[in-house]
T-cell receptor, first 113, second 113 residues
Framework: GQQVMQIPQYQHVQEGEDFTTYCNSS?????IQWYKQRPGGHPVFLIQ?????EVKKQKRLTFQFGEAKKNSSLHITATQTTDVGTYFC?????????????FGTGTKLQVIP | DGGITQSPKYLFRKEGQNVTLSCEQN?????MYWYRQDPGQGLRLIYY???????QKGDIAEGYSVSREKKESFPLTVTSAQKNPTAFYLC????????????FGEGSRLTVL
């Protein structure tokens, strides 16, 4: 079945350093989304990427979707303590008339002040 | 207020007992999803439904059952056949069947003693 892997599993950075998490799918995706889960909370939607090679920015966050639509990345510039949490990618795969949403394994970000 | 309500928030059960987790949404969303989250792990898809009276197995459906008799409701039953049921369960919905962001409930934490 479809697998969505993320690396790294954990990342500790000093405040102000950059951070990147990578997402890889075993199958071609129709689109990909990114979510953030704060400690003790539930995942919250950040962004959706649809087109091959698409790049989107949200302030200090940059999201990319690979040309083959099988990988994606999230880059945070100059991390802040408010960036702490676990970042998940979610791959959307057409399965007949259905669309399955498979989450990646997540990257837990810790920012040291 | 519109949103997704999961109940109960915390649940303790003895081994061998079936448990039903409630998920209700008043967002008029077509699609609903159940995920399981274990410590340090990503979200794993249990079941999903894109329309009333229809649902599909996810990646870890064994030991679980669902129903979708009403658009607003998607209860999950954790049966005694589930070998390791202690986990955090998250319900999500989205407006369209095949696209759009997922909105999550606050989750239900099940502990089997």
């Amino acid at each position: 079945g479809q697998q969505v892997m993320q690396i790294p599993q954990y990342q500790h950075v000093q405040e102000g350093e950059d951070f990147t998490t990578y997402c890889n799918s075993s199958t071609t995706l129709s689109n990909i989304q990114w979510y953030k889960q704060r400690p003790g909370g539930h995942p919250v939607f950040l962004i959706q990427l649809v087109k091959s090679g698409e790049v989107k920015k949200q302030k200090r966050l940059t999201f990319q979707f690979g040309e083959a639509k099988k990988n994606s990345s999230l880059h945070i510039t100059a991390t802040q303590t408010t960036d702490v949490g676990t970042y998940f990618c979610a791959g959307h795969l057409r399965d007949g008339g259905y669309q399955k949403v498979t989450f990646g394994t997540g990257t837990k970000l810790q920012v040291i002040p | 207020d519109g949103g997704i309500t999961q109940s109960p928030k915390y649940l303790f059960r003895k081994e061998g007992q079936n448990v039903t987790l409630s998920c209700e949404q008043n967002l008029n969303h077509d699609a609903m999803y159940w995920y399981r989250q274990d410590p340090g792990q990503g979200l794993r898809l249990i079941y999903y439904s894109q329309i009333v009276n229809d649902f599909q197995k996810g990646d870890i459906a064994e030991g679980y059952s669902v129903s979708r008799e009403k658009k607003e409701s998607f209860p999950l039953t954790v049966t005694s056949a589930q070998k390791n049921p202690t986990a955090f369960y998250l319900c999500a919905s989205r407006k369209a069947r095949n696209t759009g962001e997922l909105f999550f409930g606050e989750g239900s934490r099940l502990t089997v003693l």
